[in-house]
């Protein structure tokens, strides 16, 4: 199978393609491994920063930022996780959205790590991480229409059928003159 490489290059490949016709990523475990990479790299470069100085801990100097990077990170793991889930349904709607959910939670985890690293850095790449989220919120609104819809007409659908039996069960019981 042939494929290109992320310079637009073509490739011989296994047939695990990163990316479709449409330039849309199909499955993107090389992404992760980055993110993955990348969060370590700068976790031990926090590490570093904070035991060969004088400073204070981050816990201490940017709790809220620290905090914000604990709930994204789990954020990210159960997102990933969801992804890996769903990678095997036949279901690409939700795994497209549930992609780009783990995409930006591993993204920003990284930024908070640069923001407490090198602030003002990390300040300038969190605002174009802010621009990019609204990017991908606005072209995946149909994706998100489409899915609630489903969703809505699913739980309708549920609940029309759960009256009905309701109904269904409580006629024989009046049939019979019980209460």
């Known amino acids: 199978m042939e494929a290109k490489d992320g310079a637009g290059n073509h490739r011989e490949g296994d047939g695990r393609s990163t990316r479709e016709e449409g330039g849309q990523y199909k499955s993107l475990p090389s992404v992760h491994k980055y ?3 990348l969060l370590t790299k700068l976790g031990v470069l926090l590490q570093v920063k904070c035991a060969t100085g004088n400073l204070p801990s981050p816990f201490v100097t940017n ?3 620290v905090v914000m990077l604990i709930v994204d990170l789990f954020a990210y793991t159960a997102a990933l996780a969801t992804v890996k889930i769903l990678q095997a349904s ?3 709607n939700v795994y497209e959205l549930t992609n780009n ?4 939670c591993g993204t920003l985890a990284s930024i908070l790590l640069v923001r407490l690293l090198v602030p ?3 300040w300038f790449t969190l605002a174009c991480w802010a621009v990019y989220f609204v990017i991908i919120v606005t072209k995946s609104y149909r994706t998100r ?3 609630c819809s489903a969703a809505v007409c699913y739980v309708r659908g549920k609940i029309e059928e ?3 039996r309701l109904k269904g069960a409580e006629e024989p019981q009046n049939q019979n003159g019980m209460p």
Request: aromatic share 14%; proline share 0%.
């Open 90 to 92: 036949n279901s690409t």
């Open 120 to 122: 003002a850095f990390g």
């Open 63 to 65: 709790h809220n930022t």
């Open 145 to 147: 229409r489409r899915l």
């Open 35 to 37: 993110i993955f990479f």
């Open 101 to 104: 959910i783990s995409l930006l």
């Open 162 to 164: 759960l009256m009905m």
